[in-house]
């Protein structure tokens, strides 16, 4: 698994920029699995008790499933080698530290629980790779 570590993300920030109550901090993970069907499945199992969303961010869609603190987007697609993938997209709610578990704890478990799930039903991953995105602000 690759991890893109950004600078000015989570919770022990440079310059002291913190997330707060109406932001998002999102962690990205691409998944490379030679059956993108069965990772899909698994990540539905997990997600599966959590209620559908429809919002607009920043003018376009954004559609997934929500339990009020962590937000859950996937799409499938293909790279430039055409290699097939799971584009699945974590967003923790904030304010770091103010309520328990924070976002960041959230995004940890959110990640380690798909990565266990695909253990966990013998799916083979070629690759992971995980990607901290800028805070968003929170559209619900």
């Not at 069907?37 to 920043?58: I, K, N, P, W």
């Not at 937000?71 to 770091?96: C, E, I, K, N």
């Amino acid at each position: 698994m690759r991890w893109s570590r950004r600078g000015e993300w989570g919770p022990e920030l440079f310059g002291g920029r913190r997330l707060r109550s109406d932001q998002w901090a999102p962690l990205e993970a691409t998944v490379y699995a030679a059956d993108i069907e069965a990772v899909e499945q698994a990540l539905e199992e997990l997600t599966g008790f959590m209620d559908y969303f429809r919002e607009d961010v920043d003018g376009s869609p954004m559609t997934g499933v929500t339990d009020g603190q962590l937000a859950v987007v996937h799409s499938t697609g293909t790279d430039s080698f055409g290699r097939r993938l799971l584009q699945v997209t974590f967003y923790a709610a904030g304010p770091v530290g103010e309520s328990s578990p924070d976002a960041f704890e959230r995004l940890r478990r959110a990640a380690s629980a798909l990565v266990d799930e695909l253990n966990a039903q013998g799916i083979e991953v070629q690759e992971i790779r995980w990607a901290e995105q800028p805070y968003i602000i929170r559209p619900f």
